[in-house]
């Protein structure tokens, strides 16, 4: 074997790997939608979000607990209060939930809320927190890295997979750019290039690749039209006052408009 990733080679693993949490399944050529806050602010706005984003069709919720800002004086999240709170979701909802660690120290608190672990893309290459998800049995979305190379992303996924952890689903969130109409660019090619090289599921996030909510729904109707295993679209009840991406957080009825669409395209893809 000549790639430098083993594990999570399509060479190692010809057939592609499904991973199912509740409802949902990544990589069986369905299309799980999961929708939510970028961050968990309080009971109602989470059970009021998580109540509609079901009712349009969401398979899981996602609420960030904890939150890694770019500005220190940013909301960070409601630490444990918010994790109880995505307990609350999904004792009420039904819905899986999905939040991000952002370190070793407070993973073992998160796995004994979460269904599904996410690693963010600033936190791609933290090698300590990818070999602590590796031992985890919940599985695991590894964002790419906003300037990473596919290799690197997929070696990220090794350090997971070594340590024993094989429910590894991968998701872009877009590249740095040099534009300024968008926050990031949203490399749709990496679908079929990572399906080529991997085993592993991969899904897309237009929302942080827009960071500005009119470009959220076409592009989340161009990863619709990728054959990704799954989309990441966040939603919000009152985008204005949320406390963290509100610009690029879609209305609840935006995104049940959209999830027609995103349906009806998956739908024509698939056939």
Partial sequence: MKKPYKLVSREFKPDNTCISVGDAVFGDGSLPVIAGPCAVESENQVLSIAASVKDAGAKLFRGGAFKPRSSPYSFQGLGEQGLKLLKKVKDETGLPVVT?????????????????????????QNFSLLRRAGKSEKPVILK??????????????????????????????????????????????????????????????????????????PLAFACAASEADGIMIEVHNDPDQALSDGPQSLFPEQFKAAMKKIEAIHAIVRN
């Fill in 100 to 124: 991000e660690a952002m370190d070793v120290e407070n993973f073992d608190l998160i796995e004994q809320y979460a269904d599904i672990i996410q690693i963010g893309s600033r936190n791609m």
């Fill in 144 to 217: 790419r890295g906003m300037s990473a190379f596919l290799e690197e992303w997929l070696l990220t996924a090794e350090y997971i997979m070594k340590e024993g952890n094989e429910r590894v689903i991968l998701c872009e969130r877009g590249v740095r750019n040099f534009i300024r109409h968008s926050r990031n660019t949203l490399d749709l090619t990496v679908v079929s290039a990572v399906k080529q090289e991997s085993h592993l599921p991969i899904i897309l996030d237009p929302s942080h690749a827009a960071g500005v909510r009119y470009q959220v729904v």
